[in-house]
């Protein structure tokens, strides 16, 4: 069975930095583009960064461009997201998401094709 588990999320000061972790399992982070989709309270997900490394891509949504840093551990079957300079608006249910191409996979979660997500990890920025 394909499933993601999301960790590292918790409690944080505005201005602080976690490390989360979406750890892969049935099929191989390295052959797909996996990215990080985020659900803010009363707000639809969206897609926040894309790791591909058949497209050699890295892909940031504007609103985590410059602090917020993906990358991947193929040994570990482990796609990573650093986040730095955390804002109250990065408060939200982090999960991940798989699909062919990054920008496939951002369509996808913008037009809510995915239905199938998992448990995610909860971050909360305080002030």
């Known amino acids: 069975e394909e499933q993601f588990v999301e960790s590292g999320g918790g409690l944080v000061q505005a201005g602080g930095s976690l490390r989360l972790s979406c750890a892969a399992s049935?099929?191989?982070?390295?052959?797909?583009?996996i990215g990080w989709v985020r659900q803010a309270p009363g707000r639809e997900r969206e897609a926040i960064s894309c790791?591909?490394?058949?497209?050699?891509?890295?892909w940031y949504a504007d609103s985590v461009k410059g602090r917020f840093t993906i990358s991947s551990d193929n040994a570990k079957n482990t796609v990573y997201l650093q986040m730095n300079g955390l804002k109250l608006e990065d408060t939200a249910v982090y999960f991940c998401?798989?699909?062919?191409?990054?920008?496939?996979?951002?369509?996808?979660?913008?037009?809510?094709?995915?239905?199938?997500w998992g448990q995610g990890t909860r971050v909360t920025v305080s002030s």
């Open positions: 998401a798989a699909d062919t191409w990054c920008d496939i996979l951002v369509d996808q979660v913008a037009s809510k094709v995915v239905d199938s």
């Open positions: 049935g099929f191989t982070v390295d052959d797909y583009a």
């Open positions: 790791i591909s490394s058949v497209e050699d891509t890295l």
